[in-house]
């Protein structure tokens, strides 16, 4: 992992907020990520004693990358929001740090999401602001059901809105503008029309 003259060894900020910072989950991740090459990996943490200050913020900061870790999406929002970090990570992406998500942590990074107030009551399905820095509607590895939580995120979101199915394997690059760029595996694309949900 190089990123411009004078970092040989990067300093990966790590997102793993939609977990509660589980050790176990940020052991997988750091292998994963100290894997692609030299780099430091560190936590910002957002639960137990040292989430308490300014040590996530002082991470997040210094970080050449910010990585989200998977989890649960909806967690991972109300831990940044409880420790105030979501308006530093905003400011860090628009200063050109690169951010990059796996899974929930990609989800993290797009526009909004979907929950249901009532698991068995579709109904009572609502949308919630994710951190916006990629400027797109994702969903990850939900290719098995047909996309049915993307599907449910574009009907709340209206007409000819637009989401992306990653499927598993799956990475894209998003630009400042919206602009998807397949990087790997295979991608879908859904909009809704007319009231149904179509793959393009």
């Known amino acids: 992992m190089l990123l411009g003259p004078g970092k040989p060894r990067p300093l990966v900020a790590y997102l793993g907020a939609a977990t509660d910072d ?20 560190r936590l910002a943490p957002v639960v137990g004693r040292r989430a308490g200050g300014t040590a996530a913020r002082e991470v997040v900061d210094e970080a050449d990358v910010v ?49 249901w107030r009532d698991p068995d009551d579709d109904a009572s399905a609502e949308t919630f602001e994710c951190l916006g820095v990629a400027p797109v509607l994702c969903d990850c ?48 694309r859904l909009q809704l029309r007319e009231g149904k949900v179509l793959r393009l």
């Open 67 to 115: 990585f989200a870790g998977g989890g649960d999406v909806e967690l991972g929002m109300r831990r940044l929001l409880e420790r105030d970090l979501a308006g530093t990570l905003r400011a860090r992406h628009a200063a050109g740090v690169p951010f990059v998500g796996i899974s929930a942590g990609a989800i993290l990074l797009a526009r909004r999401w979907v929950r």
């Open 141 to 188: 590895h939900g290719e098995e059901d047909g996309w049915a939580e993307l599907a449910a995120l574009l009907r709340l979101e209206g007409e000819r809105s637009l989401g992306y199915g990653l499927r598993s394997g799956a990475a894209v690059r998003v630009g400042a503008g919206g602009e998807v760029e397949p990087a790997c595996g295979e991608v879908d």
């Open 22 to 41: 589980d050790r176990r989950f940020a052991g997988w991740m750091r292998d994963l990520v100290t894997g692609a090459g030299p780099c430091t990996f």
